[in-house]
């Protein structure tokens, strides 16, 4: 049988002080225009990372694209969410099931080291583990031998030789090869295995860029990348490195981008939605990102579970003016949600049935509290929290009074000064109230939205939902025959959501960004809204 190349071409992803505050300016003399500077450090914005940079255990925007810079895997993703053949020579299957990988051979470590087939697979074991507790481990659950219960070899995975190596999976995917170009299926170097806690604070990677120095890495301040010399992909930088600081809020990081002091900022705060394109009036952005951003209320907290739970959530998604809220509040950057994927993604849909409980009825859902009171009485205040670093204030509060007004019942958001101290709280189960919550794909699939978020198993299953029903339904639709059919099967998974609502949605997120063009030029955003760091050219 003749072997199709599935994915590939069959398919066509801050809490800083003032002293960091200050540091952050970009390292070229002078503004204006002028030739492009190789050697000039671009400086942009970003978040403490949750966790150690370990690939196969960062799962938050913060840290991802750190790692995204760090390493390259066997795809990447274009712009346009396309996946690109990066260490992977090929990737065939002929039955979506058994994938043959040949490699590049002349991709290498930061520290010399060759990357071979096991630099894959024995990275992939490793981060499949349930020892090793690692965030990421769900991406590996589908390849034979995978066991979430104890610790257990991945046994569809056999080297053929240093530059090939085979991928069994237990039931068909045919969105696997795109799933590839995601962070926690990177490689890794021996030397992560002497010492992985040593690793997490100083990574050493294969891609674009590699840390500046042992010290590169000033916890909730910044980092600073080079751009690694030796690297023969497609994301060949156009600069000297990047420097990432993490803001304690949006507002500081959006100043010192007016005073030059910041070249790109990819998250305008909404202070200034109103005002960025007239202060950036050619170096500006608002295009659709495969971003979607909801509120959830946690099963484990007293009201918020069983019927009464369900009648709960149905009265407060209904209670919310969506449109209201992205006009006033948003000012056209974020469009009213439909489902609880993103638009940008091949296979999304608007006309899926059980979505009007996403449409404000003031009426409807002050029946279904009242029907959920006489259950259990509800006199707590309703809270969401919130991480006050990430410019969620001013919708939090829209949201909460849209609540409040339609509901009767006190509603008031709960700021926690970092998103790493909110993720702390969802992560282990700490939280009091409901939570805002979001979602940047990894790859560009409608499961990525589904499984990642309220699957069974899955790291950032924080409302914990639990659908023996829904998962069987991911599950059918991931071992669809095409990724037309799964979409399908996708799409009665998110009916059951709308009957449920583990997560609420709210709206879809552009992303909107500026940059300093008197500093830098050729500053393009991709699909999942993170800029393409390594086109971005410094001037001189």
Known sequence: MIKKRAGLAALAVLGATALALTACSSNNSGGG??????????????????????????TETGGGKIIDSLFEGLVSYDADGKPVNEVAKSIETDDSKTFDITLNTNYTFTDGEKVTAESFTKAWDWAAQK??????????????????????????????????????????????????GYSAFVPLPSSFYDDTKAFGENPIGNGPYKLDGADAWTHNQSIKLVTNEDYVGKRKPKNGGLTITFYASQDTAYSDAQGGNLDVLDAVPDAA???????????????????????????????????????????????????????K???????????????????????????????????????????????????????????ADGGHEAWVTAVTNSISNTLGIKAEGNAIPTFQEALDLQTNDKL???????????????????????????SNNYSRYDSKEYNDLLAEGRSAATVEEGNKIFDQAQELLFEDLPEIPLWYSNVTGVWNADNVSNVEFGWNSVPLYYDIEVKN
């Open 33 to 58: 225009s002028g030739s492009s500077n190789a050697s000039g450090i671009v400086t942009t914005n970003g978040s403490e990372p949750q966790n150690p940079l370990i690939p196969s255990n960062t």
């Open 131 to 180: 020892s090793n507790a690692q965030g990421a481990s769900y991406f590996f659950e589908n390849i034979e031998g995978y066991n979430a219960e104890k610790d257990s070899k991945l046994t569809g995975l056999k080297v053929v030789d240093d530059d090939e190596f085979t991928v069994t999976l237990k039931s068909a995917q045919s969105d696997f090869p795109l799933s590839l």
């Open 273 to 327: 939605f109103a005002t960025y394109k007239s202060d950036f009036p050619d170096s500006n952005v608002n295009q659709p990102a495969a971003i979607f951003q909801a509120i959830y209320l946690p099963y484990y907290l007293d009201h918020w579970k069983g019927e009464e739970g369900k009648l709960r959530r149905e009265a407060v998604s209904m209670a919310i003016n969506r449109e209201q809220i992205t006009d």
């Open 329 to 387: 509040i948003f000012d056209g950057t974020r469009t009213p949600a439909k489902d609880f994927t993103s638009p940008v993604i091949d296979g999304w849909s608007d006309d899926l049935d059980g979505a009007d409980v996403l449409e404000y009825n003031e009426s409807e859902a002050k029946k279904l509290w009242a029907e959920a009171d006489e259950i259990s009485k509800y006199d707590d205040t309703l809270t969401i929290t919130y991480n």
């Open 432 to 458: 009091t109230g409901g939570s805002r919550t979001g979602w940047q794909a990894d790859y560009p699939s409608l499961y990525n939205f589904l499984g990642p978020t309220m699957g069974e198993g899955s």
